[in-house]
């Protein structure tokens, strides 16, 4: 039988085969594009994170004859798919900023003339004069919004564009939104924010990742955590699929570690340069210049020994496969937002790990609420998988690793009492130099209950887990 989808995944991006999902999804777009499945004329597409989600669009853009919208968060991410989708022969054009009226309308007119298969867009664009014109006069049968979980996540705060994409793209034939990670919230928030209440069918893959090993760990000092896990880390060639870490081991090799602020990322950077054997360490985040970051891009997709210290600037549609640890310094403010981090790692389905590191104070005044589920995934005792596919109305059919079934599970810091200690009898300022064991210029103090039990620690470790205390 003439297999029609997959002739053209092979032709013309070179896959081998197809997923069950990626085959749905595909034909289910192309139908509804046809007429033939009325049902499917506004779309929500969840499939893991390395599910292949983009093939899953590129493959109808690639068919149908009238061009296709893709509207993407990042600037990055656009550049990165439009090299993608020209290397596979596609004939595409991106809509962006500082365009002259001459270099839009010859797009447009590209479009009207069946000479383009794709047209690539952020919300802002489109969210002009020009980008509400050129959505009608473009005569697009199919617009898909990838990572569609940021209409919800940062629609109501720091994009107001991506609230306003349901009415630009309301007379569409076809509107199909993707996501990695769609909790029932999630799925609501589009359904009323870009389908404006309109008939959504949905395609719904289960959102476990086998390969992933999840731990939580307690610690005192994040930077001494993390110097800790990557005083070793190690290259492994065939990732250990037993491997469930605990507080101490070490970290494999090529890790992400995700911090909630630039100056962390650059923080974690430098003490980890300092202080481990790990030489190929740098830090991402969107203040960086971006020519900087696409070199710290590029630098870390080669990259098979190296450590990259990041916000959530970095990652999003990302394709390096062979992240073997994911590692975040603090809790995300939601399950959806872990989720979709956690997952960098693991996405050539080989074993890995996703660790989050969780110090006393690191959700206080300041900083994003975490969510109830995620703070049931982080606290309550019992399999960190099943909160996760809780969260996402999936149920558990067993737990492939995690900490919690593991048995290696930790409740408390090995330092948390000792720090606490310190800080009640000597006061916050005095029990970082205790602690230190400072002998020239405290020679008295030899005799201190606790003196020099942390002189092991490098000076920041130490006053991390004080103010991590105080």
Same mark, same amino acid.
């Given at each position: ?231 070793? @880390? #190690? $290259? ?10 605990? *507080?101490?081991? %070490?970290?494999? /090799?090529? +890790? ?80 959806? @937002? #872990? $989720? ?10 080989? *074993?890995?790990? %996703?660790?989050? /590191?969780? +110090? ?111």
């Amino acid at each position: 039988m003439n297999d029609y989808l997959l002739d053209e995944a092979r032709s013309r991006f070179g896959t081998r085969s197809l997923y069950p999902y990626q085959r749905l999804v595909a034909g289910t777009i192309l139908n509804a594009c046809r007429g033939d499945e009325e049902h499917a004329r506004r779309l929500v597409a969840v499939l893991p994170t390395g599910g292949g989600k983009s093939l899953c669009f590129q493959l109808p853009a690639s068919i149908l004859e009238k061009p296709t919208l893709i509207v993407y968060p990042l600037l990055s991410l656009i550049a990165d798919q439009q090299r993608r989708m020209r290397e596979a022969g596609l004939r595409i054009a991106v809509f962006r900023g500082g365009q002259t009226k001459r270099e839009r309308s010859d797009i447009v007119q590209t479009c009207r003339t069946g000479d383009l298969d794709a047209v690539l867009a952020s919300p802002e664009v489109l969210d002009s004069s020009f980008g509400r014109e050129a959505v009608e006069a473009c005569g697009f049968g199919l617009a898909v919004i990838d990572e569609a979980h940021c209409v919800t996540e940062w629609g109501s705060s720091f994009r107001e564009s991506y609230l306003k994409l349901g009415s630009l793209l309301r007379n569409l034939p076809v509107v199909v939104a993707f996501t990695a990670t769609a909790s029932a919230r999630t799925l609501s928030g589009l359904g009323e924010t870009l389908f404006e209440h309109e008939p959504v069918h949905h395609i719904i893959a289960h959102p476990d990742r086998p390969e992933l090993r999840y731990t939580v760990i307690p610690v005192v000092s994040v930077l001494h955590s993390l110097t800790e896990g990557f005083q070793y @880390a #190690y $290259v492994c060639p065939e990732p250990d699929p037993f491997l469930v870490h605990k *507080a101490g081991d %070490a970290f494999q /090799l090529p +890790a992400i570690v995700f911090c909630r602020t630039r100056g962390e990322t650059e923080r974690v950077a430098r003490h980890l340069s300092a202080h481990t054997r790990i030489r190929n360490v740098r830090a991402y985040h969107a203040g960086l210049p971006s020519d900087e970051r696409t070199r710290i891009e590029e630098w870390f997709f080669r990259a098979d020994d190296a450590v990259l210290c990041a916000t959530c600037a970095y990652g999003m549609g990302v394709d390096k496969s062979n992240i073997r640890t994911v590692v975040h310094t603090q809790a995300p403010s939601t399950i959806e @937002a #872990y $989720v979709q981090e956690a997952g960098r790692a693991g996405r050539d389905k080989q *074993a890995a790990s %996703a660790i989050l /590191l969780v +110090a006393p104070g690191r959700n206080g005044s300041g900083q994003p609420a975490t969510d109830t589920r995620m703070e049931k995934f982080m606290y309550d005792d019992r399999c960190r998988r099943e909160s996760i596919l809780e969260a996402f109305g999936a149920r558990s059919d067993g737990c492939a690793g995690c900490d919690h079934c593991a048995g290696t599970r930790e409740y408390e810091a090995a330092e948390s009492t000792l720090i606490q200690k310190l800080i009640r009898t000597y006061g916050p300022t005095a029990a970082a130099r205790v602690a230190r064991g400072d002998r020239l210029r405290h020679a008295s103090w030899v005799f201190l209950p606790g003196f020099g039990c942390l002189q092991d620690w490098p000076r920041g470790e130490i006053q991390d887990a004080i103010e991590n205390f105080g």
